[in-house]
Every structure is written in C-alpha cells, then in structure tokens.
C-alpha cells in the first residue's frame, strides 16, 4: 500500500522568511512519481511539481525548491523569502509507475499562513 | 487556457436528497478521475473513467453512489441518498493518460471543485 506523511499540519512564517514543507512517502514500488500540489482558498489543485523516483537530483523554480532523498524516502519542499500569495494548503503526493497506476495518494496536507 | 470545468461550485442539500455534480473535462483528456476531499484531509480517488468505462471504483460506495461518463466526455456523479457524512470538496480531475500508453507527463488537471455541504 502507499501512503504519504504531512506531520505539519499548520505552518505560520512572517513574510519574506524561508520555510520548509515536510513530505515522507512510503511503496513497495521501484518506479514511483512524487508530486507536490497546492490548493488556494478558491479551492483547486494547482500543479508545482513531479519527479520520477529515478531522479534525485534537487529542483529549483524561482523561489521554490524540492529536495528529493530516497534514502529517508522524503520529498521536501522549501519556499525561499515567503509572499503573502504563498498562502495556501499544499499537498504532497504519490503515484505508482506503470499502466492502470495513475491514481494518486495525497498526504493530509500542510496549511501555510504567510504573515504580512 | 483550457481548464476542467465543474458545477455547481457550492450544493447545500437536506440529507436523504439526491445530489449530482457534473464534470467537463480538458478537451481531448480520455481519462476523467472524481475525487472525494474531506475537510482537514487529502483528496482521495472515487472513481477513475478510461473515456466511457470505468477503470477504478473501488473506493466508491456503490450503496449511495453513482458516476457515468456516457459519451466518453463530460461525466456525473450523484448520491442518493446524501448522508451527514458526504459533506465535502467533490474535485474532478482530467489527464492524457490512455489505456496502454505510458507516459510519465501525464498530468491530471483539477477543476474548482463542488463544496457540498449536507444538513
């Protein structure tokens, strides 16, 4: 079975600092894909980001970055100098490799609250 | 852009009513997924379309329940009857994927969601 762990449920950082949302994963799978989603007020999932489980090198898209180690099997996410725009839950979550697997398993997700 | 489309996005109903929620997914998208989100917790999949058949509803109450996609577009999901405990974000989702070809950049794209709420 999979699943994925979001320990933090609530975060509140004062604007422009870094903060750091934690996701830990677990599968039984060797080909798996990590995705991070976030979910403004209004409601909708928004796409940040997939990585396969093949590649661990560490992403970065302008003031977000992911860290991926399989060794901890943990797929962080950091936002660099907050916004109050970053306001939002944020979802990490889990895909298996392969036909008739694209069903995701999302974590309980982390509520972010940039202060102003 | 195009986007996954959804209505109504707020449904107040009495329990023991029936409610549907309709679903008009990105053009060209032959899987359609509906997710059930309670609040405090994480999408989890109901059901999952392969353009008009059903691919996984293993999580779906079929007692209460029902999801059609007849034309291997648009799609529906009822409840009848509502229960207390359906209360929740109802999230469409659509992707590339088709049956027997693998890629990994198939997205699912969310749609805005139905808030129900049960009374």
């Known amino acids: 079975a999979q699943k994925v762990t979001q320990a933090q449920t609530e975060i509140s950082v004062v604007e422009k600092e870094d903060v750091t949302l934690d996701c830990v994963y677990e599968?039984?799978?060797?080909?798996?894909?990590l995705f991070w989603y976030k979910q403004p007020p209004s409601g909708e999932l928004v796409f940040l980001i997939r990585?396969?489980?093949?590649?661990?090198q560490n992403e970065i898209s302008g003031r977000y970055s992911w860290n991926f180690q399989k060794s901890t099997s943990s797929f962080n996410f950091t936002i660099t100098a907050s916004q109050v725009v970053d306001s939002a839950v944020y979802f990490c979550?889990?895909?298996?490799?392969?036909?008739?697997?694209?069903?995701?398993?999302f974590g309980t997700g982390t509520r972010l609250t940039i202060i102003p | 852009e195009a986007e996954v489309a959804q209505s109504p996005r707020y449904k107040i109903t009495e329990k023991s009513q029936a409610v549907a929620f309709w679903c008009d997914p990105i053009s060209g998208h032959a899987t359609l997924y509906w997710y059930r989100q309670i609040l405090g917790q994480g999408p989890e999949l109901l059901v999952q379309f392969q353009d008009e058949s059903v691919v996984d509803d293993s999580q779906l109450p079929k007692d209460r329940f029902s999801a059609e996609r007849l034309k291997g577009v648009d799609s529906t999901l009822k409840i009848q009857p509502a229960e207390l405990g359906d209360s929740a974000m109802y999230l469409c989702a659509s992707s590339l994927a088709l049956a027997g070809v693998w890629s990994e950049s198939y997205e699912q794209y969310f749609g805005p969601g139905t808030r129900l709420t049960v009374t």
């Open positions: 979550a889990l895909r298996g490799g392969g036909f008739g697997n694209e069903k995701l398993t």
């Open positions: 990585r396969n489980s093949f590649d661990e």
């Open positions: 599968t039984r799978d060797t080909t798996y894909y």
